[in-house]
């Protein structure tokens, strides 16, 4: 049985001391290593500079880098293995959307089903309505 594609968010912080071309390189390698892994990017977001919550490695801000993946568990655990090895990155998270992209798809049908009840009802009230009596 083949291994059943799952969307993931991996959000990993490179150190801020790094020259701009090295964190490309480092952001680079990482996308590259996730494709060698068994990985597909479909999105990759640069965050920006920001403060830590408490120091890692002894720094206190970091360069955050937010990518969205799909691919099996097992290509993911070797993502986050080279992330480990990877000197330039002090901390990183992986974290499984696709559950929760389904659910608010389908929050948005419900609401989607219901804004168009609401418009037909909304026009035949108003004309039925009688007009507000004044003082």
């Known amino acids: ?12 912080i490179v150190r801020p001391d790094l020259p701009e071309e090295e964190t490309d390189r480092v952001i680079s390698t990482v996308e590259s290593g996730a494709s060698t892994a068994g990985v597909t990017v479909k999105n990759m977001e640069r965050m920006g500079k920001r403060r ?16 969205t993946v ?16 990877t000197e330039p990155v002090i901390k990183y998270i992986t974290v499984r959307i696709d559950e929760e992209q389904k ?20 026009e035949t009230a108003s004309g039925s309505e009688p007009a507000p009596a004044t003082a």
Do not use: H, S, W
């Open 1 to 12: 049985m083949p291994q059943q594609q799952r969307t993931y968010e991996v959000m990993f």
């Open 52 to 67: 830590l919550a408490y120091k890692v490695r002894k720094f206190q801000d970091g360069l955050y880098v937010l990518l």
């Open 70 to 85: 799909e691919g099996p568990g097992n290509a993911l655990a070797e993502l986050e293995r080279r992330l480990r090895v």
């Open 103 to 122: 659910r608010l798809a389908k929050i948005k049908k419900i609401r989607d089903a219901k804004v168009r009840q609401r418009p037909q009802t909304a």
